[in-house]
């Protein structure tokens, strides 16, 4: 790499411009070399149009005034193209992941396997890579392992680390484009507990802070700075936030409030502007969805209602435009999805190739990216 330095710069009208100063390496005809570093060696204030290659991530990044934004040119699996669906509880524990393109519509397809037959597990994903957290498998009970894909690749999951505050089941995952969050989980051990990761890494979680709301099979969504989560097995109805790329204690954000039934709900989705928590069957179900302004605090407001008569303890995720919710119906075999930015009723997405209760959830284009 070499330094440059350009000054002295004019504009027509004679009045000094800017000095230029950078790292790279140029070489005519065939290519320039941006600067580069880790997601940690970021500049701390950068000007709008930095461009970057970051080394964690393998990609070019820009910072567009408020975050870094990812360029990317893949065409195999473009972002906002593939939910996940991993694991499963019904009929019995499961290992198969499953994925939908979620700008279509009709029924899911398989995709790999996870390391375990098992149910309760959590999920998140930046642009190219699913992760799938924690789980519980009879007899064995909880794991502390971390499981990754890569969403343009059909094929078996792999090992990519494991929870440092411990084992267990009923995670929540939520991510920004570079760090994913694990909050809470088995009432006892890790209910109370936020740790973290670097999505293109691997390696074991570190300690976030704790978690106030003590969630159990809870669920979360984010935009590109905050991360909102609650709802949980107790029936607890508070919800908190984080900002992601910090460290310490949630803080309260406001209660969710079901139109019929108590939540708690694994199926969420967001566009980095709105939150949306979707149903839950278990219990006194929530047949309802309901929604929060991200950036604000605040209770939930009403969004619609389900297009299924009852949720066999469903999951869900979302692009930026779309958010389906999985495992409906009798069966636990139904999709339906939404339209984040209105209010309305669900609709009729498809069906799951096999029953997917209590499964873990992921994507690719979710409003943290």
């Known amino acids: 790499m070499s330094e440059f330095k350009a000054s002295g710069f004019r504009d027509e ?17 065939y290519y320039f070399v941006p600067p580069s570093g880790s997601t940690a060696e970021r500049p701390s204030s950068p000007p ?5 290659f970051n080394t964690d991530s393998g990609r070019l990044e820009v910072w567009r005034n408020d975050h870094w934004a990812t360029i990317t040119g893949e065409t195999s699996a473009p972002l906002g193209t593939r ?3 991993g694991g499963s509880g019904s009929p019995a524990d499961g290992n198969s992941i499953e994925y939908i393109t979620l700008s279509t519509t009709g029924n899911a397809i398989d995709f790999g396997d996870l390391h375990r037959a098992q149910r309760h597990c959590a999920g998140l994903g930046d642009a190219t890579r699913g992760l799938f957290g924690g789980g519980y498998k009879t007899p064995d009970g909880g794991t502390a392992r971390i499981d990754f894909v890569t969403f343009a690749t059909l094929g078996d999951a792999s ?10 089941w009923s995670w929540c995952g939520v991510n920004d484009a570079t760090r994913g969050l694990w909050v809470g989980g088995t009432p006892g051990t890790i209910d109370g507990l936020i740790d973290f990761v670097t999505i293109q890494s691997t390696g074991n979680t570190t300690s976030f802070g704790t978690n106030n ?12 700075t905050r991360a909102v989560f609650g709802g949980n097995h107790n029936t607890n109805t508070n919800i908190d936030y984080v900002t992601i790329q910090s460290t310490g204690n949630s803080i309260d954000f406001g209660t969710l409030v079901a139109s019929t039934g108590t939540y708690y709900s694994r199926s969420t989705a967001s566009n980095s502007v ?18 929060f302004t991200i950036a604000s605090t605040g209770n939930s407001q009403d969004f619609g209602d389900i297009s299924f008569s009852t949720y066999a303890q469903s999951h869900g995720s979302s692009g930026k435009t779309r958010g389906v919710t999985c495992a409906g119906g009798p069966a636990g075999l139904d999709i339906e999805f939404i339209t984040i930015a209105t209010t309305a009723n669900a609709q009729d997405f498809g069906d799951l190739a096999t029953a997917k209760t209590t499964a873990g959830a992921c994507t690719n284009a979710n409003g943290g990216l």
């Open 13 to 29: 009208f004679g009045n000094a411009g800017p000095d230029l100063v950078g790292i790279t390496t140029m070489t005519s005809p």
């Open 48 to 52: 709008p149009g930095m461009l970057r």
């Open 83 to 85: 939910h996940l669906s």
């Open 159 to 168: 090992d990519f680390g494991d929870r440092a505050s411990g084992s267990g």
């Open 213 to 224: 709301v003590n969630n159990r099979d809870s669920a979360g969504f984010a935009s590109r």
């Open 274 to 291: 709105r939150g949306v928590f979707g149903p839950h069957g278990y219990d006194s179900p929530a047949l309802d969805y309901q929604y």
